[in-house]
Structures are given as structure tokens and as C-alpha cells.
């Protein structure tokens, strides 16, 4: 059977060939100036893992695995570091154990063996994290990795209130597909769509498809479901209410640490049939982000409103590297989008964008045509395809990644200032040089969200060494210019430094102490968000 794999991005058919390979590193030779020399990744048969330090009870060994494939592709998410290390073959810490659970019964012996013994356990959904959201512990007695893949169905539509109940383990594809026969979507598309899981979703505020107005999963949540190792939690499923603080605002972003989600009740729409697109040229940064909030501070509600600066429009787009692109995307089940289109476009104009009637694709018929054509097409296509990208560049020493914050708009172009000047300063003095490049992926009436892009040649060996430094002044220069250490990759335990700065004190406690109830033997994803107990 085609299984995923444990290093690249996508399954073992997507990582590049010996050949492809040394294309890669002849072009990096020739854009940087360097030598670069080819290297092939362990393969499955090749891993040396430590074995398993202890076995599943009989009740259990049935939904267990102690394979060493298993194992090492469960031990990393797919940060930079986490690719880098994974082709190398490097697996100090792996999980002794993947349990996949076929319902919350087997859930709760999982967690009952593990709060016994003092195992650590781990709740594993798409594993395209990309903050070391579920890495164990080095100092952890026994980790056992509950991956939720068995749980992926759709159990109830309810097609009147436009919501289902679905379990936490299902892919973004699978979830879609089962959702079509009745015209339904949760239109939620988070880059990592292909492989990660609505458990997932939820456990780290995922960002998704819209960039404005319904930005986060936190928007589509109706009602979730989390079993810990002291009970069931579950919320009353309701379209709003104003009881108290939510209890499901406690389980999302949550990331493993208090229980293991099981299932939800999703809001959910009908399938687009009207949509409508442009791309809008601005020869000025500055205009091109003004005009940005412009549109949002409209509240027309595009689905799409991102601004590429001309370097990512250049890398990602096509374009020539000298104007800033704003894409502009409107999609409907019902109306027509025509209207709410143009009357983005003339705001965007009236900023000083240029856009011809032939930059307009509108789609009224069902059509997908929209967002598919010219430089917005380019950088759909370039987006969709960004982590498959890096599968033949992380072998070969190029420091290449991604940071994304928020912030206000007032304080949103000295943030910019300081962090691409942070960011090209630690480039230069690791990299020998580099591009930083940015775009907006959502963006709010009172402030975008920027998401920035570095590049530079690193040393075979050191990659590692020089992508921490240059993202640990990245993270620096967000969190001292008044952003957010993460948009929608949630803390994992990369962000853990910036965050235990940025969240408030008493909430720490607070937090804590939900912990003491719901975990009181600390066993659930040590080291994310709080320190272990």
C-alpha cells in the first residue's frame, strides 16, 4: 500500500529521485555561487531506532504498533528542522508505541495504561505540524502516539441547520468528499488541507480557506467533543450563546495538552457555484497594503484579499519582480459575484492599483475559472505546491521557511520595517545573503496578517544551526514589535519561549490548573503550551 513519508512532504512516490536531486543542486549551485553536492535519505529499511521501551496489555496490542517505519513517522512533524533531521535519518526520542484507536473506548484504556504507568501520551492527527506540536520528550519513561486516522467519518448532516457531526480523525479530502452527496462544504483549506485532520484543525486554531471574516476554525465550531484521562467534555451544541466562558474556546488551540478530541459539530455551507476574481497591480508596497485595508475596512467579505509584496510576486506569481500584487477572490452558493468584485476593484483603484477589464474572471455558471488564470493562477499553483517544493531543496542545504504573526494596522509598517531588517541582517551573517519576502494570508478590519518568507544558501551540516538563528531573530523582531508569535501554526513547543512572554500571567495559571483537573498525572503532550507538572 502507498504510505506517507517520513521525511518529504506527501507520500514516499513524492520524495525526489537521485537525478532530481542533482538538477536541484546544479540550479543552487548556479543562482548562489557555492558548491553543492547531492545526498540520498535513509530509507525505511536503513532506520536504526532504539527499541521499544515498553509493550501494549493484551486488550490493547490488537489497535497497536511498535514498527520502526511506524515510529519514525510519527516522531516528526514538517518543519524545516524536522525534514532536515528525518532525511538524515536522526531519531533520538522516537514514540515507543502508536495506538490507533477505533472509538473513545479504546481512547480511554490508552489513557488509563498511560496514567498508570506514567507514559506520556501524544494525540497525533495529520502530522504536518510545523512547531513541534507532538515531538516527545528526550527525558520521557514511554511515549505512546495516539493517531486518530481511524476515526474519519461524517456521523450526522444535519441539512437544515447547515451543520454535521463528524469525528476528529478525518482528512481535509476524505471530509469533502463525504460531504458532496449532500452539497455541503466547511470550505475550510488550510495549505496543509491534503494531510491534516479536523481533529487537527481545532487542537491548533487552524487558518484556512477565507482570509477575511470566517479566518479560523474557531468560526465553524458548533459543538466539540474531547475525551481526557478524567472524563468526557463535551459542550452543548448551539448556534451562540452567551453562558459563561466557552467551553470550547478551552479545547481549541488546546494542542493535545488537556484531551484528545474526538469528534464535532461543524457549521457548514453550500458548494460555491458563483465566484469572481482579480488581480490588482500596485507599482507602491505602501499602496498596495493601504489598499488592502481599504477593502476589509469595507466589509464587502471577500473569500480571497492577499497582498503579495514584489518579491513574492516575482517568486511565487511570475511577474517581474517590480509590482506588489493584490489578489481579490468573491465566492457564493447563491448571488452572484460581479458586483461585490468590481466594487473591491474601484476601492483598489481608488488606492492606486491597476487592473484591466481582461484581469476580471468572473465565474457565474459554476465554473472554476476563477483565481485560475494569469499571475493569481501562477501563485495558487505555486502555494498548493510550496511544501512539495522544499522536498528537493531541504536535502541539499537551502535554509528555506516560513513565520506569520498579526498585528495592527497602525503598528503593522514598523513591524514590517524591523522584521525584514532583522531577518536580511541574519541572512547576511549566516547565509552569506538571502531574500525575505512577504504576503498577507488573512486579514481584518483592524490588521493584516503577514506571512513572510526567508531564503539563503546554508552549509551541509549547519542548516540547522542557521535556520535557528535566523528564526529566533525573526521570532525577536515579531514579538518586540507587538505581534502575535503565530496566526494559525499554533505554539507547539517551537513557539513556547515567545509565548510564555506573550500570554498573561494569571492565564498561565489558569491554564494549569484546567490541566491539574482534566490531566491530573500530566501525561497528555508534555512540554506544549505549559510545563510539565
Known sequence: ?????FWAWGMEADEPTLAQLQETALQLS????????????????????RAPRLSPPDDLAGICSTDDWDRAYHTYGRSY????????????SPPDVIARPRGEEDIERLLEWCTARGYHAIPFGGGSSVVSGFEPEADAEGVVTIDMERLDRVLEVDEISRAARIQAGVYGPALDSQLRPYGLTMRHFPQSFEYSTLGGWLATRSGGHYATNHTHIDEFAESIRMISPSGAWESRRLPGSGAGPSPDRMVLGSEGTLGVITEAWMRLQGRPDYRASAGV?????EAAWQAVRNVVQAKLWPANLRLLDATEAHLAAGMDGRESLVVIGFESTDVP???????????ARESGGRVSNDDLIISDEGSADAGRQGPVGAWRESFIRAPYAMNATVPLGLVHDTFETAITWDRWPGLDESVRAAVTEALE?????GTVSCRFTHVYPDGPAPYYTFIGMGRRGGEI?????????????????????????????????????????????????????????????????????
Not at 34 to 45: F, I, L, Q, R
Open 281 to 285: 497591480y500596485f507599482e507602491s508596497y
Open 1 to 5: 500500500m502507498p504510505r506517507r513519508s
Open 429 to 433: 551573517r549566516v547565509c552569506g545573503g
Open 81 to 92: 528542522p524536522d525534514r532536515v533531521r528525518a532525511f538524515r535519518g536522526e531519531f533520538p
Open 465 to 533: 544551526e542557521a535556520w535557528s538563528e535566523i528564526k529566533r531573530v525573526a521570532s525577536d523582531a515579531v514579538a518586540e514589535a507587538g505581534g502575535t508569535i503565530t496566526h494559525h501554526h499554533a505554539v507547539g513547543k517551537l513557539h513556547r519561549p515567545w509565548y510564555d512572554n506573550q500570554r498573561p500571567d494569571l492565564f498561565a495559571e489558569a491554564l494549569r490548573a484546567a490541566k491539574r483537573v482534566l490531566d491530573p498525572a500530566g501525561i497528555l503532550n508534555p512540554g506544549v503550551l505549559i510545563d510539565p507538572l
Open 337 to 347: 459575484q460581479g458586483p461585490n468584485l468590481r466594487d473591491a476593484v474601484d476601492i
Open 30 to 49: 548556479s543562482r548562489y555561487g557555492v558548491d553543492v553536492e547531492t545526498a540520498s535519505p535513509h530509507t525505511p529499511t536503513e532506520l536504526a531506532l
